[in-house]
């Protein structure tokens, strides 16, 4: 659903946040949910999102009906992170983010409007 995606994206940034405040710089993926902030599988299931997580590779993993993919700078003092839907044929949100800390919110064109993200 719409409210687990962002509140997955949430959870992204929350451990980048903590990554950067501990080791001072981004991590990829491996290093996100390693992270203390970023909750294991009863932690996942208990705010509601999949306890599941198939790791790709170092910053790409399945979870859910979305594929989360985090990016950083060569330097790690920056970060992008996205979570697409696994098919995008179901209208459902696209989130990006960065080490800004702002969450962008778009469907594939074509696919109707749900109105805005909270």
Same mark, same amino acid.
């Given at each position: *659903? %719409?409210?687990?995606? &962002? &509140?997955?994206? %949430?959870?992204?940034?929350? #451990?980048?946040?903590?990554?950067? $405040?501990?080791?001072?710089?981004?991590?990829?993926?491996?290093?996100?949910?390693?992270?203390?902030?970023?909750?294991?599988? @009863?932690? !996942?299931?208990?705010?509601?999102?999949?306890? #599941?997580?198939?790791?790709?590779?170092? *910053? $790409?993993?399945?979870?859910?009906?979305? &594929?989360? %993919?985090?990016?950083?700078?060569?330097?790690?003092?920056?970060?992008?992170? @996205? &979570?697409?839907?696994?098919?995008?044929?179901?209208?459902?949100? #696209?989130?990006?983010?960065?080490? %800004?800390?702002?969450?962008?919110?778009?469907?594939?064109?074509?696919?109707? @409007? @749900?109105?805005?993200? !909270?």
């Amino acid at each position: *659903s %719409r409210d687990k995606a &962002l &509140l997955l994206m %949430r959870v992204v940034i929350a #451990a980048e946040e903590t990554l950067a $405040s501990t080791q001072k710089e981004y991590g990829n993926l491996t290093d996100v949910i390693q992270s203390p902030a970023f909750p294991d599988a @009863s932690g !996942r299931t208990q705010v509601g999102l999949p306890a #599941a997580m198939d790791v790709v590779d170092s *910053s $790409s993993a399945q979870i859910g009906n979305y &594929l989360v %993919r985090i990016t950083t700078s060569e330097d790690k003092k920056h970060f992008q992170a @996205s &979570l697409e839907p696994n098919d995008p044929k179901t209208c459902g949100p #696209a989130l990006f983010g960065d080490d %800004r800390e702002f969450i962008y919110g778009g469907k594939v064109l074509g696919c109707p @409007s @749900s109105g805005p993200l !909270r």
